[in-house]
């Protein structure tokens, strides 16, 4: 659940210029029975869950009923399982050397769909795994603290994360605290007010030092910032973000 840490006009205006700038259009509502590209709309997969297995990692998520669902690279890698009937699907890789991106696509056929999320895997697998998504909040696959992101483009911060239960989630930052109930997933997020300047955010009774956000240079790139990795990357339509991924507990 998202809430906001100042006035509902401020948060309006700022949702409103992150949607008209990076946000893809809204899907619309799709029966489960896979169509066929004719038909102008094919849903981009969801990647939900990673586990780490003694070949290297195994994703799991949802996509079109029997569609095929990549992971593919900038170098051209790609990595790919067919969805069942059900839409699931599972995806066994090696863990990589080093730091990798992909973009999660759905094809039918001769249509694809890529979405408009980023898979980042750090640091061989072994640091953080999140889908940074274009307009909304990160989403740590990894065993994250409960401040699992935070995300930010020169406008505004949205902090996020998972809480062990579904018991509110106490938030203080920039001298404001406010609780926000997780989802049933026992995800949250909620914004916060912008700041040019590395600041503390509270969550969950537990304290963390935000670096601030990563202005400037190539996009993407990934670094070491304070007690996790800072990360530059661009969404839908080049807009850049940056995000911020605390170190696991």
């Known amino acids: 659940m998202k809430r906001a840490m100042f006035g509902k006009a401020a948060t309006a205006a700022l949702l409103a210029a992150l949607a008209s700038a990076c946000a893809p259009p ?17 849903r981009p997969p969801e990647i939900q869950t990673v586990q780490r297995a003694r070949s290297g990692l195994v994703f799991t998520g949802e996509a079109e009923p029997g ?22 699907f599972e995806i066994r890789m090696a863990a990589p050397a ?25 640091g061989d697998g072994r640091g953080p795994i999140a889908v940074l998504r274009t307009g909304g909040p990160t989403r740590r696959l990894d ?8 995300d930010s483009d020169g406008r505004m911060r949205l902090a996020s994360g998972r809480a062990a239960g579904s018991a509110p989630v106490l938030v203080q930052a920039g001298g404001e605290s406010v609780r926000v109930t997780p989802d049933a997933e026992g995800r949250w997020s909620l914004m916060l007010r ?13 304290r963390f030092a935000w670096p601030g956000e990563l202005a400037g240079g190539p996009a993407p790139r990934v670094e070491r910032a304070g007690q996790g990795w800072r990360v530059a990357w661009t969404g839908a339509g080049g807009a850049r973000q940056s995000t911020w991924l605390p170190d696991a507990a």
């Open 26 to 42: 809204a899907a619309p509502q799709r029966p489960a029975e896979v169509e066929s590209a004719a038909a102008g709309w094919t």
């Open 67 to 88: 569609a095929r669902v990549v992971l593919r690279s900038e170098s051209g890698a790609a990595y790919a399982a067919a969805a069942d009937g059900r839409g699931r």
């Open 98 to 122: 080093g730091d990798l991106w992909l973009r999660p696509e759905t094809q039918i056929g001769q249509d694809a769909a890529p979405s408009p999320d980023r898979l980042l895997i750090i």
């Open 143 to 150: 065993h994250a603290p409960v401040l699992g992101a935070v």
């Open 194 to 206: 912008p700041s040019d300047v590395a600041d503390e955010i509270q969550a969950g009774g537990a």
